[in-house]
């Protein structure tokens, strides 16, 4: 693998010494650079060799010193992933329709991208030299898809017979003071009841080393071909929460924390009433889906503590999943007193991924066109942040930009409500 600059800042560090995009890096003081986390790690000395190979193939060598830790302003391009080896029937890809943009069809299973950004892995493909690295560069904490302890199960989970044992990977990690926030994502009738117990008490062993457990339903699409499993139903789910609960008031008594949580979809499968926001404590696995609501709600009134500009007789339709409509009314109410606005709760059946997935962060653009053409009785329409990516596109393509365009009214993408009822953010719609 090779690692290169694709662009430098001017006026920066590297800039200064000539650094150019299209460098390919070779080594730092001495030490090869095989990815981007050998640089991270590699070039956070203030005194640095660096040799280098120019886009032409001509090497060079820099010498670099900064003061005081300033950046050396040099973005990477983006590196190699190392995909999936595993066949999970539950993978949410595998439910993936044909004709979606390529990289959404990337299983990516990369322990360097647990740490970077909290990506889960499996480490079902890690090697001896990984976990050498991983001890040396003290990757911590890594988010890990552990599924199920007993290596049976987890076998068969993951449809991979050469997948290591689990238990012995993280208690090797761990004595090294490697942390994991694990999940779990429960198969009814695999790796839930007594799999699961085994499970939870498996980590629980392994101290402070894990942190956090999310317990998270199978989530299906109409396109699941690969899945021949139960599907999560009420019962199914209202029973795990009942396991959980024991685990969490163990761990409240010997941790203060409840150290195992459900995500929110099982609370709303089991219709059971979601914990407050203290429950969760710092929200460690908040994008896991777990204490989403509570966080919401902590927002918006943190949001009307702040004072809320009045916006009297403002007509405004709130775009959401199935799943989270019945829990706006409560949330929508307060931001009514608290501005005058009138908000009406628009719920979308997914159209892409079918009416089993609920879930407002996975809304498209073709379900917001539908839902919000001819709403001219409305003054401003508010989407769920989650459904677009980082660039502004909707999992169908559909740019939030050309969407916008196209619709009778405003169109606001927001996080808490807030964030959008705010003077500026109106004044940019």
């Not at 090779?2 to 000539?18: L, M, P, Y």
């Not at 390919?24 to 090869?32: D, H, I, P």
């Not at 990984?130 to 599924?147: G, N, T």
């Not at 942190?211 to 021949?228: D, E, N």
Request: contains cysteine; charged residues 20%.
């Amino acid at each position: 693998m090779t690692v290169k600059v694709a662009r430098v800042e001017a006026g920066s560090v590297a800039h200064g010494v000539g650094i150019v995009g299209g460098t390919e890096l070779v080594s730092v003081n001495g030490r090869a650079v095989g990815d981007f986390l050998d640089w991270e790690f590699l070039a956070a000395d203030d005194e640095l060799s660096v040799v280098g190979r120019l886009p032409g193939g001509e090497a060079v060598e820099y010498e670099i010193e900064r003061a005081d830790g300033r950046p050396l302003g040099i973005e990477l391009e983006p590196p190699v992933v190392r995909q999936c080896a595993n066949r999970c029937e539950f993978c949410f890809i595998e439910g993936l329709p044909s004709g979606l943009r390529r990289s959404l069809y990337l299983r990516d299973d990369d322990y360097r991208l647990s740490f970077a950004y909290g990506n889960f892995a499996t480490l079902s493909n890690v090697r001896e030299r990984d976990i050498a690295r991983i001890l040396e560069y003290r990757l911590s904490p890594l988010y890990v898809s552990v599924h199920a302890t007993p290596h049976d199960v987890r076998i068969r989970l993951l449809n991979n017979p050469k997948v290591p044992d689990i238990v012995a990977q993280l208690t090797r990690l761990a004595a090294g003071g490697i942390q994991f926030h694990c999940q779990m994502v429960i198969v009814p009738g695999e790796n839930d009841g007594v799999v699961l117990e085994r499970s939870l008490a498996d980590l629980w062993a392994l101290g402070e080393a894990v942190p956090s457990v999310a317990i998270v339903p199978v989530g299906l699409t109409q396109f699941s071909h690969l899945y021949t499993g139960q599907a999560m139903d009420r019962s199914t789910a209202g029973a795990l929460l009942a396991q959980l609960d024991r685990w969490a008031k163990r761990a409240e008594r010997a941790r203060e924390h409840a150290w195992v949580y459900g995500s929110d979809e099982l609370y709303l499968l089991a219709g059971v009433e979601l914990p407050s926001a203290s429950y969760y404590g710092d929200f460690p696995q908040i994008e896991n889906g777990v204490g989403a609501v509570a966080m919401l709600r902590q927002r918006v009134s943190a949001g009307v503590r702040g004072r809320l500009p009045r916006r009297d007789g403002m007509r405004i339709g709130v775009v959401t999943g199935t799943a989270m409509a019945p829990l706006m009314p409560p949330l929508l109410n307060v931001l009514k007193r608290a501005t005058g606005a009138h908000f009406e709760i628009i719920s979308c059946v997914n159209s892409l991924f079918g009416p089993t997935t609920t879930t407002a962060g996975l809304l498209v653009g073709a379900d917001i066109r539908a839902a919000l053409a001819g709403r001219r009785d409305l003054d401003l329409a508010l989407i769920p942040a989650e459904s677009i990516n980082d660039s502004g596109v909707f999992l169908d393509d559909v740019p939030l930009a050309e969407l916008q365009r196209a619709m009778p009214i405003p169109v606001v993408v927001s996080y808490d409500f807030v964030d959008a009822l705010r003077v500026d953010a109106l004044e940019a719609a």
